[in-house]
Structure formats: structure tokens, C-alpha cells
């Protein structure tokens, strides 16, 4: 009897033709690029894994939305069918449209750290960083120790290290915490799960201190699936009772919709006090629209209102999940190593480990991803030293925590063929991977330079 792995709970009625260019022609368009995966053109791309943020495929279901958007400036129709499902799921009284999950943090974090010096989180994502310090704090990670080892099995690597979270309430003073974070999975440490008795313990913690605690809401949906297969206390929950376990008694929560609510673009904030949902409001109106748009279109707003739901569904988030996990194994044989057990939205290969001839500041994650463009045409990306930049005070390369290269797969878009391709090319470049040469910078802008900067091999 074959076992059925992971079925896709939808069928395809529509596709999108993509172009397969020969490995010559690639070295030529990864050349001119200046060796910056961010510089190609997305057509001369065959499979994309640069992200899975607002690369979705919607459902017939979120394109008749589209249809149906109401375009009215102000009380769209769309506007209260989203807060009908907003807060059903997330239990919150007051919710925010915003136009995408960074701008959730352009709005939320200046009023919680105003007169603050920290927020602290399990990890901070780098634009909820760049915010907490445009806000004129410092953000802190506190992820557990088992994440940085990336060949140990542990069901929660993304949990916030609670010993560690005290001591630096202590020594830092409760009184200039403005926030404590939980990034839900947490994306940086490789799409990790957080269970629902870490976040109990991280909010009853905060609380205690009397400090705000927040929800990174990003893949909510993903992390409510893990807590399902690995936390015993919710075996025989459904994913909807696993979402107000995991939001109840949060103070708020920003989230990118373009992750688990399978859309395009849009961003959500929600809260439970009164006196903040004024002060987000008006700081809505001034960077994003009008209240009842949040800088986003009615079509937008509609095929948002779906997908929130569609997010939830067990079935898809069995697909999805197989989809990883089917992937991870696929690399497992091959002797690829991964940040293992393999996260919600994507593979994050362990370069360091792959290439450990190329030192960090030759930057091994990069020369990874360029392998793999190189090989098979695929698009990912580096999460290691490349995108951890310099000292802002030395100038000098800094030393990132994991070369990661990740392979991050867009929800509804690629099959089991594409993964399969992905496993191959992987397998084929670490066969040559003694011969794979590191990168150099030979151009860069000061601040969030892997996006722009240019690069040549040593
Ligand atoms: N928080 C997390 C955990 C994220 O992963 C992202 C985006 C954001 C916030 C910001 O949301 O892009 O809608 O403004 N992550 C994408 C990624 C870009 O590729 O991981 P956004």
C-alpha cells in the first residue's frame, strides 16, 4: 500500500508559463546582476523561492472577491467583512487594515517604545528591527539555544528563551522594555515553531513586569498547524481554538497578510485597548489612508477577507507543511544539511556546513543561492553574513549566527516536480561543492545592502 503523502486540496484551472534559459544564458544574467539575486529579472527565472511573502496563488473563490471589492473611500462594504473575520479569528476587539506587515510596525512600534530604550523578541525580522530602531531603540534577540544548532531535533526552536528574557528584564529595567515580541514562526531562525506554553509563559512574564506583549503575526496559521502535530495539551484542537489559545491575552499584534493569508498584499494590526486603537488610528490616517482602507484596495480588502479563512484550513496547511517536509526529506537523503526539523514556509540550507571552505565574510549562503541559479535556474536567497551587513559603528563585516540559504516556497504555487528539482539541483552542486568559490563586495549602500549591492567572485 502506498502511503498518500500530502494531496493538494485544490486543483489548477489557471497557469502562468515560465521560462527555462540555458545555463550559459544564466551566467551572463547572474553576471550582469552584479552576483545579486535581487538584480535578476523574475522572468529569467525558472523556479522562485525568493520568498513566499505575497507570492501566492489565490483561490477562484479570493479572484471573484476581486470582483466584488468595494472601492468606496470610506465603510466599504469589504471593510466590515474583513473585521467580521479578523476578529472572530483573532479574538481581538479593535483591528487595523495596513497595506503590508511593515507598515503594521511603522504605525505600532513608535507608540509602545515611545520614551522606551528596548523591545525584546524570540527574533526580531529585519524590518520589525529597522523599525524598533527608526523608533530609537535597541532590538534584542532571545531565541532558545537549541535553534542554533541546526542538526538537533527539538519540536520548538523558535521559542523565546524565558530564563534568558528575565535576566534581561533585570538587568535592563522593566521600565525601558517597551515591548516583548513573539514572531510567530519565527522566520530568521529558519521558519521555527512557538508553542503555546512558551507564549503563555513569555506574556505572563511581560505582564508581570507590566511590559506590552506583542504577536509578529506573520505565519500564525503555519505555527498553529506545529502546535497541533507537537504540543500535546492541543492534539485534538482545531486550528481556529490553536489561534485564540495562541492571541488570548496578547495586547496586539501586527501581521503581513501576505503570508498565511494568502494574498498579494496586506497587513493587519489588532488590539485589545481602547486608548492605543486611537492612537494607531491616527497614525494610520497620516501614513496609510483612511481608517477604513488602511492603504489598501477594496478588491485587496475582499480577496483578504477570504484568504484569512482559506489560511486556516487543515487540509491546506497539511499540503503545505508536506510540502516542506517533502522537500526536507528529499535533501535529508541527499546529505544536504538544513535547519532540521524543516519550518513552516521553507528550507533554510545550512551553507556554512555545505561550503565550509568559504568563510563568512566571502559569504557561503550567497554563493549558494548563485549555485542554484546557476544549475537549475532556481531563486533563493541568503540569510547569513550578506544580509547581516556591517558595524554600524566599526564599518566592519559582521559575523551572522547561521549561513542559511533559504528556499522559501510560496503557498499554492509550485508542484511536486518543482520540488524535485530543487532536491536535484542541490544534490548536483554539493557533489562540485569543493570547487564552489566565495563572493566579494565590490559595491554597497550603507543601510539594508543585500537588496542593491553588487558582488564578484574571489
Ligand atoms: N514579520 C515577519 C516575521 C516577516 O517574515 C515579514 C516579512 C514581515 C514581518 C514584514 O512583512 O513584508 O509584509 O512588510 N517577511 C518576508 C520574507 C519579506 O521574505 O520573509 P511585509
Redesign the pocket.
Known amino acids: 500500500m502506498k502511503n498518500i503523502y500530502f494531496p493538494e486540496p485544490f486543483r489548477i484551472k489557471s497557469v502562468e508559463p515560465l521560462t527555462i534559459l540555458k545555463r550559459e544564458e544564466r551566467e551572463k544574467k547572474i553576471e550582469k546582476a552584479g552576483y545579486n539575486v535581487f538584480a535578476l529579472a523574475a522572468s529569467d527565472v525558472y523556479i522562485d523561492l525568493?520568498?513566499?511573502?505575497?507570492t501566492g496563488a489565490m483561490s477562484s473563490q479570493q479572484w471573484a472577491g476581486v470582483m466584488l471589492g468595494d472601492e468606496s473611500y470610506a465603510g466599504a462594504d469589504c471593510y466590515y467583512k474583513v473585521q467580521d473575520s479578523a476578529k472572530k479569528i483573532f479574538d481581538m476587539p479593535y483591528i487595523q487594515l495596513v497595506h503590508?506587515?511593515?507598515?503594521?510596525?511603522k504605525v505600532l512600534l513608535p507608540i509602545l517604545l515611545s520614551g522606551k530604550k528596548y523591545a525584546i523578541s524570540n527574533m526580531h525580522?529585519?524590518?520589525?528591527r529597522a523599525h524598533v530602531e527608526l523608533a530609537g531603540a535597541r532590538a534584542i534577540d532571545c531565541v532558545v539555544p537549541q535553534a542554533l544548532d541546526t542538526t538537533t531535533y527539538y519540536d520548538f526552536k523558535g521559542n523565546m528563551d524565558c530564563e534568558r528574557l528575565e535576566r534581561y528584564i533585570d538587568e535592563l529595567g522593566a521600565e525601558n522594555i517597551g515591548v516583548i515580541i513573539m514572531?510567530i514562526?519565527?522566520?530568521?531562525a529558519g521558519g521555527q515553531p512557538v508553542s503555546v506554553e512558551n507564549i503563555r509563559k513569555t506574556r505572563e512574564i511581560a505582564h508581570k513586569h507590566g511590559i506590552k506583549f506583542m504577536i509578529?503575526a506573520?505565519?500564525y496559521a503555519e505555527n498553529s498547524y506545529f502546535v497541533k502535530q507537537r504540543e500535546r495539551e492541543f492534539a485534538d484542537s482545531t486550528i481556529a481554538d490553536i489561534v485564540k489559545a495562541t492571541f488570548e491575552g496578547a495586547d496586539c499584534f501586527?501581521m503581513?497578510?501576505?503570508?498565511d493569508a494568502i494574498v498579494n498584499m496586506?497587513?493587519l494590526i489588532g488590539c485589545r485597548d481602547s486608548e492605543l486603537f486611537e492612537l494607531i488610528k491616527q497614525r494610520t490616517i497620516s501614513f496609510e489612508g483612511f481608517i477604513t482602507y488602511g492603504g489598501m484596495s477594496g478588491r485587496d480588502i475582499e480577496a483578504l477577507a477570504q484568504g484569512l479563512n482559506e489560511g486556516l484550513d487543515e487540509n491546506y496547511l497539511k499540503y503545505r507543511i508536506g510540502q516542506m517536509e517533502y522537500l526536507a526529506g528529499r535533501l535529508e537523503e541527499g546529505g544536504i544539511p538544513f535547519q532540521s526539523p524543516v519550518g513552516g514556509?521553507?528550507v533554510f540550507v545550512d551553507a556554512k556546513k555545505l561550503l565550509p571552505h568559504i568563510p563568512y565574510y566571502e559569504f557561503p549562503a550567497q554563493a549558494l543561492a548563485i549555485e542554484l541559479y546557476l544549475e537549475a535556474g532556481i531563486r533563493a536567497?541568503d540569510i547569513g553574513s550578506f544580509m547581516l551587513g556591517n558595524d554600524p559603528d566599526t564599518g566592519k563585516q559582521l559575523k551572522a549566527d547561521f549561513e542559511f540559504t533559504?528556499l522559501?516556497v510560496p503557498r499554492r504555487v509550485y508542484t511536486q516536480s518543482h520540488l524535485d528539482v530543487i532536491a536535484d539541483a542541490l544534490i548536483n552542486i554539493k557533489e562540485r561543492a569543493a570547487k564552489i568559490k566565495g563572493y566579494r563586495i565590490v559595491e554597497e549602500p550603507p543601510i539594508l545592502r543585500h537588496f542593491t549591492a553588487k558582488l564578484a567572485p574571489v
Open positions: 525568493l520568498t513566499d511573502s505575497g503590508q506587515g511593515r507598515a503594521a510596525e525580522f529585519d524590518t520589525t514572531t514562526t519565527n522566520n530568521s509578529d506573520a505565519r501586527t503581513s497578510a501576505k503570508k496586506g497587513g514556509h521553507a536567497c533559504r522559501a
